[in-house]
C-alpha cells in the first residue's frame, strides 16, 4: 500500500473542512433551485461537491469563490435537466414505504412558482434575491451577460407576482435606484 502525500492529505483536510462549513448554504440554494424538491436539491450538492472536490486547486485560485460554487450549483442544474432519462421520469403522488422527508422549510406558495419557472430564471431570482447578489456577479454565475440576468429577472418577478396573484409593485421591492 502506497503512503498518502502530505499534498492529498491537505487537499481532503481543506476539502472536508469546506463541506463542512458550506454544505447547508448549498443545500438551502439548491432546494430553492430546484423549487423545494429535497432529494433533487441533495443529487445537485453531491454532484457540485463532486466536481468541486476534482477542481479543488481552481476553486483555490479563484477570484470569487462563493461565485465559483453558484456557477457549480447552476451547472448541476442545468446539466440534470438535460438528462434524457429525466424526461421519461413520471412522479407519483405517494411512493410506497417512502420515509418522510424533513418539514419544509420554505413557503409552499412560493416554491411552487418558483416551479413554474424555466431554472434560468428561478436561478436569476435565487442568486438576485436570496443571495443579494447584483447584477454582474448572478451575470457571472448564470454565464450570461448582465442584460440578460435584468430581462430574465424581471420576466421571472412578473410570473411569480401572477402565479401568487399579487399585484405587480407587492412581491419583491428593489433598493431606491437599484436597476433589476
Sequence with gaps: MKPESSGTAEHDSQFA????????????????LTAGDPFLAEDLVQTALTK????????????NPDAYVRRALFNA??????????????????????????ADDGDPDLARALGELPPRMRAAIVFRFVHDMDVTDTAEALGCSPGTVKSQTARALDKLRAALGQPRAALITLPQGAHR
Design 17 to 32: 473542512a469546506f463541506v463542512a462549513g458550506h454544505r447547508g448554504r448549498m443545500l438551502h440554494t439548491a432546494r430553492l
Design 52 to 63: 468541486l472536490y476534482i477542481s479543488w486547486a481552481a476553486y483555490r485560485r479563484a477570484a
Design 77 to 102: 442544474l442545468m446539466d440534470e435537466r438535460r438528462r434524457i432519462w429525466r424526461r421519461f421520469e413520471r412522479s407519483f403522488a405517494e411512493v410506497p414505504e417512502r420515509v418522510s422527508a424533513a
